[in-house]
Nanobody, 116 residues
Framework: QVQLVESGGGLVQAGGSLRLSCAAS????????MGWFRQAPGKEREFVAG????????SYADSVKGRFTISKDNAKNTGYLQMNSLKPEDTAIYYC?????????WGQGTQVTVSS
């Protein structure tokens, strides 16, 4: 079973940047797909970005395309989400998820707050 722990969230002004990390343990992260999701207050959880096991294929929600970059370091068992040009509407709890054939395992989330 894979355990995931997110870090790197915080408070940032609009236009700023943050890098989220997702540290994995207890499983085969190197052969897992990984994704980032977010949930804003009063809204449903939504997909943000995804990456395949080797890291050479990525996908993004239209709302973050061109601003966010997902990556995965299998040697470090860690995934990342680089977030640039942040907007107040990016405010949410961000979750990472991973699994051998889908998003079976989830972290507890990290809060990202973007002030205007």
């Amino acid at each position: 079973q894979v355990q995931l722990v997110e870090s790197g969230g915080g408070l940032v002004q609009a236009g700023g940047s943050l890098r989220l990390s997702c540290a994995a343990s207890g499983g085969t992260f190197s052969t897992s797909v990984m994704g980032w999701f977010r949930q804003a207050p009063g809204k449903e959880r939504e997909f943000v970005a995804g990456i395949n096991w080797s890291g050479d294929r990525t996908s993004y929600a239209d709302s973050v395309k061109g601003r966010f970059t997902i990556s995965k370091d299998n040697a470090k068992n860690t995934g990342y989400l680089q977030m640039n040009s942040l907007k107040p509407e990016d405010t949410a709890i961000y979750y990472c998820a991973a699994g051998p054939a889908g998003y079976r395992y989830w972290g507890q989330g990290t809060q990202v707050t973007v002030s205007s």
